[in-house]
């Protein structure tokens, strides 16, 4: 039976047919974490469509429900419990990756579930990776997992996502080749100047505000910076591309017009998610 029949079977006796209609059709699991979208409509029956889930969702343990999006610099999340433990913190796994954290202190979109594991399969042997916003470690777990690079190094500026990171990196094994480092990537690019084969920037809106820093730290050589950004949906990729032109020139480098680029997922109306695996090398002279 599907999420939203099974609820309202659950449900029929304590909601109105007009409220039933608005039950949510699905959910995200993190761990043993259900997070739904609640109609404000249903806010008052939250506690009871809550328990219900707990009796549909095998081995669920707590239920929150988003009382609004993700906001800020640090992209919170405004979680509230309505059923269940009211401890918040969770073990997750993905792409054979295992993660620690807060549901109600950090973001972990669901999304990006496919790009988390993608990336990690293009990373060559023994690349330097920068990850400029590493958080709990969504990007550089499973590069440090599934590839063999050299060195990640994961830079994050939020102390609670840097305290999951760190722990995350003793879950999943990977000490001997991460470096957690805590601080404002800005101020950190210097410090790894020129290291760089590949850079992650998985951060928006906002990302091209970090460009220089993301072409200070790649080697002399070039790299493949993996740019993330919010954009229009109709001029996404070619606003992206220009942006990226623009900082390359600045920095002495040419961006290849076979650089992959793709949507991750919908951000809002009219608006989209996208990815651009931007392959670089320097300028010919």
């Known amino acids: 039976m599907r999420f939203r029949e099974a609820l309202t079977q659950e449900l029929k006796t304590v909601l109105r047919h007009d409220e039933i209609a608005l039950l949510p059709r699905g959910y995200q699991r993190i761990g043993d974490i259900i997070v739904i979208n609640l109609s404000r409509e249903l806010w008052r029956n939250a506690a009871a469509i809550g328990d219900a889930i707990l009796r549909i969702v095998a081995d669920a343990r707590t239920v929150c429900m988003r009382e609004r999006g993700v906001t800020g610099r640090f992209r919170k999340p405004f979680l509230r419990v309505i059923a269940g433990d009211s401890n918040t913190e969770t073990i997750h796994k993905e792409n054979g990756c295992v993660y620690r954290l807060d549901v109600a202190s950090v973001m972990f979109a669901k999304g990006n579930v496919h790009e988390r594991g993608r990336v990690a399969h293009l990373v060559g042997d023994s690349e330097t990776i920068v990850d400029m916003f590493a958080g709990i470690g969504y990007f550089t777990i499973p590069i440090a997992v599934h590839a063999r690079p050299s060195r990640v190094y994961a830079i994050e500026i939020d102390g609670i996502s840097f305290r999951f990171l760190q722990e995350n990196i003793e879950l999943n094994r990977v000490h001997d080749v991460v470096?957690?480092?805590?601080?404002?990537?800005?101020?950190?690019?210097?410090?790894?100047?020129?290291?760089?084969?590949?850079?992650?920037?998985?951060?928006?809106?906002?990302?091209?505000?970090?460009?220089?820093?993301?072409?200070?730290?790649?080697?002399?050589?070039?790299?493949?910076?993996?740019?993330?950004?919010?954009?229009?949906?109709?001029?996404?990729?070619?606003?992206?591309?220009?942006?990226l032109r623009e900082h390359a020139h600045q920095w002495g480098y040419q961006l290849s017009s076979s650089s992959p680029s793709r949507v991750v997922k919908s951000y809002m109306p009219h608006m989209v998610h996208i990815v651009v695996d931007a392959h670089v090398s320097p300028t010919e002279p």
């Open 179 to 243: 470096t957690p480092i805590m601080g404002d990537c800005r101020n950190v690019a210097p410090q790894l100047s020129g290291v760089a084969h590949r850079v992650i920037m998985g951060y928006y809106p906002g990302t091209d505000e970090y460009l220089d820093s993301a072409f200070q730290v790649l080697r002399e050589e070039g790299g493949v910076i993996h740019y993330h950004n919010v954009y229009p949906k109709a001029t996404a990729f070619n606003i992206a591309m220009s942006v």
